[in-house]
């Protein structure tokens, strides 16, 4: 079963995807439950992980709102998507950060997802932007506008 297409056959999509968002959508889940993984693994190591444990749940909980809201298509709102977009690059990237800092092999791995997740919500969130400008609105958001 694929996410992609379930979107795709949805009645309110029919033939306006928005690749980007599918992708983001997708790896918004892996994310979520990498992260999850992760800091169970962390929690199982010797040394003090409370940190790492910590960012990797606010990751996963962030990742999943966001494929959660994302995934909607029903009179779809582009303002929440993009503000459930910018929300999960800012904990991907914390996240990421936090487990590049470990030797361990599932923070790595971590921090990994964390990376192509923040890269594909950019695209995603830059795509959304472009139609925003397309039906007339003025409206930009990004990823760490005040």
Known sequence: MSIKEMIREHPDVRGDENESLLEAVKHAMYCAAICNSCADACA???????????????????????????SRRTDENRQLIRSALAVC???????????????????????????????????????????????????????GAA
């Open 44 to 70: 199982a190591e010797e040394m003090d992980m409370k940190r790492c444990i910590r960012l990797c749940l606010d990751c996963a909980d962030v990742c999943t709102m966001a494929y959660r809201v994302a």
């Open 89 to 143: 690059i800012e904990a991907c990237q914390t996240c990421e950060e936090e487990c590049r800092s470990h030797d361990h092999a599932h923070c790595q791995r971590c921090a990994q997802m964390c990376r192509e997740t923040a890269d594909d919500c950019r695209k995603a969130l830059a795509a959304l932007n472009d139609e925003v400008h397309a039906d007339g609105e003025r409206s930009t958001f990004e990823h």
